[in-house]
């Protein structure tokens, strides 16, 4: 277990750690143990303020490439130091296993951020189109605002193209899971980037994180998270016509067609469904599979499911950890009470109690879900699984787009070609086939209710680059 000292009474505001306007704090609860683990300010408005006049004395429209490449590279060497340190802190402030913390939570990260350098050092920011000279200048001072859920991903998806387009940042960690991210922003020190290029302001999203959204010096909002609050930050970014980037929920269905190699598509398919305990945005919650196969993969289901064990996050052989907070440990029990109410039959877990303390929830799997039904369209962040039939592939496609998400999923078939065939109708913004790898250089965003923009590698690095034309004579 960390021994780390949690308690962060500063702001890094201009390149420097600085006493906040306000003195109140939020306290972090560790998930395990229901105890308070850490404290970090409670940001002010004014906080916000200086944080952003510091960004934008910071930024400058004409930095060079080079410049771009030295800090990012700084970046990345400074934050791989930390990770082994930032990967318990992670453990400590959400309850990741400590397995999936030294590698889905940091190693993913580092990869994602080694993309941006690809990137980078093959980008070309000036093309000729006709008599044009189109130019790609980095947009400005960015807002970000990230969630607990993956919080050193997260960061590093915003931070670093930001970093690599010569932007300029503000950045709102989650009140949940805000220590990991204090101590990001110690490797940016270590880096040793310019006053003002990254600025780390703490506190509530509705005084923090909206003043962020409406502050007429940020130029640019990147937001993940819930698809209601991502609406508002768009609401209030558009009061000023600024650019926004939404990350937010997902609803995605692991399609597995007849024909597929059930027990492999099923195997993986409960992985991702439990992949950090569930809290996972692109999480394949919903489990398609044909009728003629439906009570082989029921049982190939269960099986599979009574090999994640649940506890102790500190226990390297623990997969499933706490909810990462009592709100969402009672959002995720709220969904399994309801769930029997419009006819989903409890197959395997349930809502008892795992552990006497901490938030722990038991993997969840209901089968028979009618797809419009709460559970069949909304999304519950926790290791609940829907497992829906379908009689042929258009009733498939209809269930698979069916909800208002778009994000994530998987297709499975006898061969690629008849995946790819039916990934091209579904509505979402990535899919994976046949058990394809994932890329972190490949671009992820949403389609619907899912978002607005891109992220990851050359793809997410453009959001952060304005598109200037110049005619030649």
């Known amino acids: 277990m960390s021994n780390h000292d949690y308690a962060r009474s500063k702001l890094f505001i201009d390149g420097r750690w600085v006493d906040p306007a306000g003195t109140a704090t939020i306290e972090v609860i560790d998930p395990a143990t229901e105890q308070v683990c850490g404290s970090v300010p409670s940001g002010t408005e004014a906080d916000v303020d200086a944080a952003v006049a510091a960004a934008r004395r910071a930024f400058d429209p004409l930095i060079t490439v080079d410049e771009r490449r030295g800090r990012l590279d700084a970046v990345i060497t400074a934050m791989e130091r930390r990770l082994p340190d930032i990967a318990e802190t992670i453990t400590q402030e959400m309850g990741a296993p400590i397995r999936i913390a030294q590698s889905v939570q940091t190693r993913v990260p580092l990869a994602v951020a080694r993309g941006f350098a690809d990137a980078l050092a093959r980008y070309e920011f000036e093309e000729r189109i006709a008599n044009s000279l189109v130019l790609r200048e980095p947009y400005g001072?960015?807002?970000?605002?990230?969630?607990?859920?993956?919080?050193?991903?997260?960061?590093?998806?915003?931070?670093?193209?930001?970093?690599?387009?010569?932007?300029?940042?503000?950045?709102?960690?989650?009140?949940?899971?805000?220590?990991?991210?204090?101590?990001?922003?110690?490797?940016?020190?270590?880096?040793?980037?310019?006053?003002?290029?990254?600025?780390?302001?703490?506190?509530?999203?509705?005084?923090i994180g909206e003043r962020m959204a409406a502050h007429p010096e940020v130029d640019f909002v990147s937001f993940?998270?819930?698809?209601?609050?991502?609406?508002?930050?768009?609401?209030?970014?558009?009061?000023?016509?600024?650019?926004?980037?939404?990350?937010?929920?997902?609803?995605?269905?692991?399609?597995?067609?007849?024909?597929?190699?059930?027990?492999?598509?099923?195997?993986?398919?409960?992985?991702?469904?439990?992949?950090?305990?569930?809290?996972?945005?692109?999480?394949?919650?919903?489990?398609?599979?044909?009728?003629?196969?439906?009570?082989?993969?029921?049982?190939?289901?269960?099986?599979?499911?009574?090999?994640?064990?649940?506890?102790?996050?500190?226990?390297?052989?623990?997969?499933?950890?706490?909810?990462?907070?009592?709100?969402?440990?009672?959002?995720?029990?709220?969904?399994?009470e309801r769930a029997p109410q419009e006819g989903a039959r409890l197959v395997a877990g349930g809502g008892q109690k795992v552990h006497d303390v901490g938030y722990y929830i038991a993997p969840t799997v209901f089968a028979d879900v009618d797809p419009a039904s709460e559970l069949g369209q909304e999304e519950v962040f926790g290791p609940v699984l829907a497992v829906i039939p379908f009689r042929d592939t258009d009733e498939a496609l209809d269930i698979a787009n069916g909800t208002p998400y778009g994000l994530s999923g998987a297709v499975w078939a006898a061969d690629d070609d008849t995946a790819i065939a039916f990934a091209r109708q579904v509505q979402t913004g990535q899919l994976d086939i046949n058990g394809g790898k994932y890329n972190p250089a490949a671009p992820f965003g949403g389609y619907k209710k899912s978002g607005i923009g891109r992220e990851l590698g050359r793809i997410g690095f453009e959001e952060y680059l304005q598109i200037k034309s110049l005619q030649l004579p």
């Open 224 to 336: 993940t998270g819930s698809t209601s609050v991502g609406s508002r930050v768009g609401e209030l970014a558009g009061q000023s016509i600024k650019k926004v980037a939404l990350e937010l929920g997902g609803k995605s269905a692991n399609v597995i067609l007849a024909g597929a190699d059930l027990d492999t598509a099923i195997k993986v398919g409960v992985g991702n469904a439990f992949l950090n305990g569930g809290q996972t945005c692109m999480a394949w919650t919903r489990m398609l599979v044909p009728l003629s196969r439906y009570s082989e993969a029921l049982e190939l289901v269960q099986a599979a499911v009574s090999k994640y064990s649940v506890g102790d996050p500190w226990d390297p052989g623990t997969r499933i950890g706490p909810s990462a907070s009592e709100a969402q440990y009672q959002t995720v029990l709220g969904f399994i």
């Open 141 to 207: 001072v960015v807002a970000a605002i990230t969630p607990w859920n993956y919080p050193l991903y997260q960061v590093v998806a915003k931070v670093l193209p930001a970093i690599a387009a010569g932007c300029t940042v503000v950045l709102k960690p989650s009140n949940d899971a805000p220590l990991s991210v204090f101590e990001f922003v110690d490797a940016l020190q270590d880096a040793g980037l310019p006053p003002g290029v990254v600025n780390l302001v703490s506190g509530p999203g509705r005084v």
